[in-house]
């Protein structure tokens, strides 16, 4: 069974989420949609758009999205079988929380890691 396929996105809390995303607009070029974040596309080797993209979001500090985790920062993944991964993490003794959604987004699961860090995991909807 194929685990993790890729990076779908990178969230990280910030105290002031407004400068820290204006700092990287400004200094790093990154362009912070009003949403808060920024989608980066793929492309091929020829540099030619393909299917799907990875997410790039600053939140705020006082969120408890990442709950139970402390942590600053959180990595979703995309993967191929999200409910055959959340199964096979689960009798591996992995630390999986019990809510999967699904929706018009794909399927979400979220699993914590040794050190406490909260990691989604992600199936596309098919075709993306």
């Known amino acids: 069974m194929k685990r993790v396929t890729g990076i779908g996105g990178i969230f990280f809390h910030a105290r002031d989420p407004a400068a820290l995303r204006a700092w990287y607009q400004s200094h790093l070029g990154i362009d912070v949609q009003a949403w808060g974040g920024a989608a980066f596309t793929w492309t091929d080797e020829q540099g030619k758009p393909t299917a799907g993209s990875t997410i790039w979001n600053i939140g705020d500090a006082k969120s408890d999205y990442f709950a139970p985790s402390t ?58």
Do not use: T
Request: glycine share 6%.
């Open 71 to 128: 942590s600053s920062f959180m990595v979703n993944y995309r993967v191929a079988d999200l409910h055959a991964l959340v199964a096979a993490l689960r009798d591996e003794g992995c630390n999986v929380l019990e809510k999967i959604e699904e929706s018009e987004y794909g399927k979400f699961a979220w699993v914590i890691d040794p050190e406490g860090n909260k990691v989604e995991l992600w199936e596309p909807p098919a075709g993306q």
